[in-house]
């Protein structure tokens, strides 16, 4: 008896004194503006602390739109791009393909016998493209249907990943970023305030290209004016000046077709000019990229070649000599920020298609903090009442029962500081759900135990029946309960799934506590005083 009651006390305190450790960096850190802990406590104590939610530190909630229609249209240009190189492959002359930003290709051929051919050439290589209709000497092709929503589910995705790796690197702790519905992103960013900033990093779409600056047909503002020739394009570079700051755009004329993009792109990062010392964008390709890039430099030295992020042009510099390890610079009058930002967006990859932000809530930080002050509050209050309730109902095992729910307290906000779990407001009413929880399993215990000394057996053989009877009630009770948070946070959003995971490990540890911490009590006061008569309860 004696060693079974010291084994299960070590177990009792091991989870209890572990789990106070593993708090103890949220403690120390209340108060701390970049909650990161100091000194000799940084290398002796767990790194993860409880993080507070969106309503509770205040921040950003916006929802995002991918515009899969684009991806779409991205995906039928490609596909035309390919079909006109398999028909080239095939000796099929006399053709033109149409295809203008839709998902819609129009084949038309000269030689009304060519198009069986260019129908064979379609089915035998093209699975995901259907023709629609013949029009005289005309197919009408579109993406087939499969394909299609394959392109919108790897599209949204990848738009999520993309956004999750771009948060990440901004430096948010503990954001939130999922999916909802086919085409819509929820992201919430607690501890940001700049809205305008986030917005930027999260929105821009970030494709890189490198084309060829066109000085030789006509001036930018002749193309301006009457319109760029075939093949060629105007866009803008934003020149800022030093002294006044004052920002201008300058129009380039460029060749449309892109010489290089930035897919092969493997890093990106803030340098410093060596003549001015402003901030610039380094940028590093891979091995191909590096080849391609190599090839470029050399075919076409001493020429300008633009930089063009989102259709912008940052820079256009004059290659001077044949480039071969595979490194750029973009410089652009970039302040410190931008030239960050712009690192950021393009080591985390290009978004596949545009967003659009179709919703923005800002929590501000004093609204958080009344939040969870009064959260706070509550959960004392109700804590309060709970242990004078059971005080004084229950008496003597009253105290148990207190000392039981106590002890669940370290135990649950250890295990969420443990998970690096976020706190929101729906979690601390979860906890105070939990406490009420905690004592109905005591509850349900001792009324066992009264009815066991009812019907005469002694002290002993009552708290044995009593705990023994209970236990499959509560555990009935509690795995349900623990089921139906499993769905909340299945498919709950934010709160709703902080209510679920403080609610799930709450419920599991006043388990703990009740049936096996205050079994333990009782035990230990049996064990001391093997005599006794009579039990408060």
Request: with cysteine; glycine share 8%; hydrophobic share 45%.
């Amino acid at each position: 008896m004696k060693m079974n009651l010291t084994w299960r006390g070590l177990l009792l305190a091991l989870v209890v004194g572990g789990c106070f450790i593993s708090l103890l960096p949220t403690l120390l850190t209340i108060g701390s503006p970049d909650g990161k802990l100091e000194g000799v406590w940084a290398k002796i104590l767990p790194s993860k602390t409880i993080n507070l939610g969106l309503d509770l530190k205040g921040g950003i909630y916006l929802v995002m739109e991918v515009d899969l229609q684009v991806a779409i249209n991205n995906a039928a240009r490609r596909t035309t791009d390919d079909l006109r190189r398999q028909l080239n492959e095939s000796k099929i002359t006399g053709y033109r393909l149409q295809n203008e930003d839709s998902p819609d290709i129009i084949l038309s051929l000269d030689d009304a016998a060519e198009i069986g051919n260019a129908e064979a050439v379609i089915r035998r290589h093209f699975s995901t493209l259907q023709i629609v209709s013949r029009e005289g000497n005309a197919l009408n092709l579109a993406l087939s249907s499969d394909y299609a929503d394959e392109v919108r589910d790897m599209t949204a995705r990848q738009a999520l990943e993309t956004i999750r790796n771009r948060v990440d690197m901004f430096g948010v702790a503990e954001p939130d970023i999922r999916p909802q519905g086919p085409d819509r992103i929820v992201i919430q960013l607690p501890g940001v305030s700049d809205p305008d900033e986030a917005i930027s990093l999260i929105g821009k779409t970030a494709i890189l290209e490198f084309k060829l600056v066109d000085n030789s047909s006509r001036s930018p503002e002749e193309a301006l004016r009457d319109g760029p020739p075939p093949g060629m394009e105007v866009l803008y570079e934003r020149v800022i000046d030093p002294m006044t700051r004052a920002e201008s755009r300058i129009p380039i004329l460029l060749r449309k077709q892109a010489l290089m993009t930035g897919e092969t792109l493997v890093d990106s990062r803030v340098v410093l000019s060596q003549q001015l010392q402003t901030p610039e964008v380094s940028i590093t390709f891979n091995s191909r990229g590096a080849r391609e890039f190599a090839d470029i430099t050399e075919r076409y030295t001493n020429r300008q070649l633009a930089i063009v992020l989102d259709n912008q042009v940052y820079s256009a510099p004059v290659i001077k000599t044949r480039i071969p390890n595979g490194e750029a610079v973009i410089s652009g009058s970039f302040t410190r920020d931008e030239a960050r930002l712009l690192a950021i967006v393009l080591r985390a990859g290009a978004l596949p298609a545009p967003v659009e932000v179709i919703e923005k809530r800002t929590v501000g930080p004093s609204m958080g903090s009344d939040s969870l002050n009064q959260g706070l509050t509550a959960g004392a209050a109700g804590l309060t009442l709970v242990l004078l309730f059971m005080l004084v109902y229950y008496r003597w095992s009253g105290v148990v029962a207190d000392l039981a729910l106590i002890f669940n307290f370290p135990i649950v906000l250890g295990l969420l500081a443990a998970l690096g779990a976020t706190l929101t407001l729906p979690g601390i009413f979860g906890l105070v759900l939990t406490m009420a929880m905690a004592v109905d399993a005591n509850v349900l215990i001792f009324e066992r135990i009264r009815e066991e000394i009812r019907l005469g057996k002694s002290p002993a053989g009552a708290i044995n029946s009593g705990f023994n009877r209970a236990f499959w009630t509560i555990f009935d009770a509690n795995i349900t309960t623990v089921l139906a948070a499993m769905v909340l946070y299945q498919f709950g959003t934010g709160p709703i799934r902080g209510f679920a995971v403080t609610l799930i490990i709450g419920i599991l540890s006043s388990m703990f506590t009740a049936v096996f911490g205050s079994r333990w009590f009782f035990d230990l006061v049996l064990f001391r005083r093997r005599q006794i008569k009579r039990i408060s309860i």
